[in-house]
Nanobody, 119 residues
Framework: QVQLVESGGGLVQAGGSLRLSCAAS????????MGWFRQAPGKEREFVAA????????YYADSVKGRFTISRDNAKNTVSLQMNSLKPEDTAAYYC????????????WGQGTQVTVSS
């Protein structure tokens, strides 16, 4: 079963930047599409971004397109999310997972990392 550890969250002012990281203990990491999700209080978890196993293909939710960039390092089994031009509506707990399309398929979640954007 995959184990996921997210880090890098924090409190930032609107317009600021953060870089999230996810370390995955997954034998098949280098052949898995990985993604980020987020969940704001009182809302369902939603898809944010994903990256193909090779890193060549990336895709994003419309709400973050042009502001967030997903990347990965297959040698270190890590996937990152660079978040720029942050908005208060980006406030949420952020999670990574194995994805298929825009759905999580890893079977479990990490503890997540909290991002809070103040206005």
């Amino acid at each position: 079963q995959v184990q996921l550890v997210e880090s890098g969250g924090g409190l930032v002012q609107a317009g600021g930047s953060l870089r999230l990281s996810c370390a995955a203990s997954l034998r098949t990491f280098s052949t898995s599409t990985m993604g980020w999700f987020r969940q704001a209080p009182g809302k369902e978890r939603e898809f944010v971004a994903a990256i193909s196993s090779s890193g060549v293909t990336t895709y994003y939710a419309d709400s973050v397109k042009g502001r967030f960039t997903i990347s990965r390092d297959n040698a270190k089994n890590t996937v990152s999310l660079q978040m720029n031009s942050l908005k208060p509506e980006d406030t949420a707990a952020y999670y990574c997972n194995v994805v298929r399309g825009r759905s999580p398929v890893g079977g479990s979640w990490g503890q997540g990392t909290q991002v809070t954007v103040s206005s």
